[in-house]
């Protein structure tokens, strides 16, 4: 690309956006972005990118003549016009969505043309991130205060992440660059995609949000929050609801967080022990008719109270304390509802000790076990 007097339409126009851009860039509200390398809002999916700028920042850029910038080796046409691309989201993006002070990639043309993640979830792409958009997602999860929020309690399936993050919170990687957690051990595209959609959410939920000095706003998975307004206000009140009442505020909402976070056969095993579709079975009836152990049904069962406990973290002290107001009110009452299935839902979410955890597995209170061992005595 040769700016002068056979200088085409496409470099002309080139020129006029440089100047355009130039001019936006340079004015007060943009002074933050002037000190950040080029590289900063290149994306992992970028082409034709130049290289030879991508550690520059703007302010040097800026400052630099186009011809000058043009004549530099390895630059031509091509990359001239992504060049001005990469000015131009500089320039749409909000100086106000990013954090005062954000340190440069270590490695800017490294950072910008590592690939990107594996598959794409609905409006998320984890191919379309750079350092630009991660540093706003950051400052709206330290803005929002959920840096104390593990990525499990957030993310939308416990599926798709690595269960060793689960209870990792999301301040561990606020004060990292993207080319840093890039370059984590351990942290392969999975792992990557599954932060990544955690803080894309967070941000869509934070980014538009004032701020009212006399409130709060709190970022729960929309089942917990479902479950918590309906055991608060139960817990208020006298009485015990009727069983249609419980299935529907308590026993669906956390059953169906199961089937969104579990695998089929764990979540196949939680409908057996809580009688979603028939009645409800023993451990020694769910093992016969799925075909498994005793040994290895208990480990599914414990994998459903790991899933509850990094959902709903206060839901073991919830769900006990209203099992004993219900024990308390129903007790010596010949006109008690039927809570059996209450029970089994408190038992097999959060029970009062691990199942099988070491040595002889351990029996938890399960009737419908204990008459069966009943039976086979007489």
């Not at 969505?97 to 792409?125: D, K, M, T, V, W």
């Not at 709206?140 to 990792?168: D, H």
Request: glycine share 8%; net charge neutral; charged share 25%.
């Amino acid at each position: 690309m040769r700016l002068g007097k056979t200088s085409s339409v496409e470099d002309i126009q080139t020129l006029g956006r440089f100047e355009d851009y130039k001019k936006i860039l340079l004015s007060p509200p943009f002074a933050g972005h002037l000190d950040k390398p080029l590289a900063y809002w290149a994306l992992p999916t970028d082409r034709r990118l130049p290289l030879a700028f991508l550690g520059r920042t703007l302010r040097d850029l800026l400052s630099t003549p186009l011809a000058e910038l043009a004549a530099t080796p390895g630059i031509g046409r091509n990359k001239m016009v992504s060049f001005v691309g990469l000015l131009a989201r500089a320039a749409e993006t909000d100086p106000a969505g990013l954090p005062a002070n954000i340190p440069a990639p270590p490695n800017p043309a490294a950072a910008c043309i590592a690939p990107g993640g594996g598959g794409e979830a609905p409006r998320f792409n984890p191919a379309n991130i750079s350092e630009a958009t991660w540093a706003r997602w950051r400052a709206s999860v330290v803005r929002g205060g959920l840096a104390g929020e593990t990525l499990g309690r957030l993310a939308p399936s416990l599926r798709n992440m690595t269960r060793v993050i689960w209870n990792t919170p999301l301040g561990a990687y606020t004060s990292s660059t993207l080319a840093e957690i890039r370059a984590m051990k351990t942290h392969g595209e999975k792992r990557l995609h599954a932060i990544f959609e955690v803080f894309h959410a967070a941000d869509a939920l934070v980014a538009g949000m004032g701020e009212q000095g006399h409130l709060v706003v709190r970022i729960v998975p929309r089942r917990i929050d479902r479950v918590e307004r309906w055991t608060g206000r139960t817990l208020q009140r006298p009485g015990v609801p009727d069983p249609q009442d419980i299935f529907e505020n308590f026993i669906e909402p956390l059953l169906e967080q199961v089937r969104t976070d579990a695998p089929p056969q764990v979540a196949t095993l939680a409908e057996y022990r809580l009688g979603a579709a028939g009645p409800m079975t023993s451990v020694r009836q769910a093992a016969r008719t799925m075909h498994l152990t005793r040994a290895r049904v208990y480990q599914l069962l414990n994998e459903i109270n790991d899933i509850l406990m990094v959902r709903w973290p206060t839901g073991r002290h919830q769900s006990h304390e209203l099992r004993e107001k219900f024990l308390a009110e129903t007790a010596g009452s010949p006109d008690a509802p039927d809570l059996r299935q209450f029970h089994a839902v408190v038992e097999l979410f959060y029970p009062g000790s691990r199942r099988g955890a070491a040595g002889p597995l351990e029996e938890a209170f399960d009737p419908i076990e204990q008459r069966e061992e009943l039976l086979e005595v007489s």
